[in-house]
Structure formats: structure tokens, C-alpha cells
């Protein structure tokens, strides 16, 4: 195969992939989740009391354990072994 039909045959592929994992999320996923009492919203779905909570749990609890990382040919993504971070 040429160069542009494995890239056309990659992109066909990958999006069949993504239109399943979009169908799989919102028909089996997400109301699975929502009988379990998770349920998720948008930002605008929020009001003001609740966006300040989220804001400040982000702060304190996800913000200080992100770690940037750079990715180019001498820095690798990183091996994420038994789908663990």
C-alpha cells in the first residue's frame, strides 16, 4: 500500500473505533453510571456555589499531582505498564 492509502485505511479505521467508543459511552456507560448516582453535567449545568467547589477541589486535590511532561522524539510518551499511571 502507498503511503496516503495506509493513512486513508488508518483514518477510516480510527474513526469507526471512535464512533464505537462514543456509542458504548453513551448507551451502555453513562446510564450505568447514572444508576450508580454519577451523573455527569456540563460546566454551564453548574451554578455558582457548585462551580466554586469544583474549583477548589481541582486546586487542592488534581492540580498538585499533575505533572507536565514533555513529549518529542528525545523525550518518549512514557511506558504506562497494566494500564496503571
Known amino acids: 500500500l502507498s503511503p496516503r492509502e495506509q493513512l486513508r485505511r488508518i483514518s477510516e479505521r480510527t474513526q469507526q473505533i471512535a464512533s464505537r467508543h462514543s456509542h458504548v459511552f453513551l448507551d451502555s456507560v453513562r446510564p450505568a453510571l447514572a444508576e450508580e448516582g454519577i ?27 499533575l505533572t507536565p511532561l514533555a513529549v518529542d ?7 504506562v505498564s497494566g494500564l496503571s499511571l
Open 39 to 65: 451523573v455527569i453535567v456540563t460546566l454551564a449545568e453548574l451554578d455558582e456555589a457548585e462551580r466554586g467547589k469544583l474549583s477548589t477541589y481541582f486546586h487542592e486535590q488534581v492540580f498538585p499531582v
Open 73 to 79: 522524539p528525545a523525550h518518549p510518551f512514557p511506558f
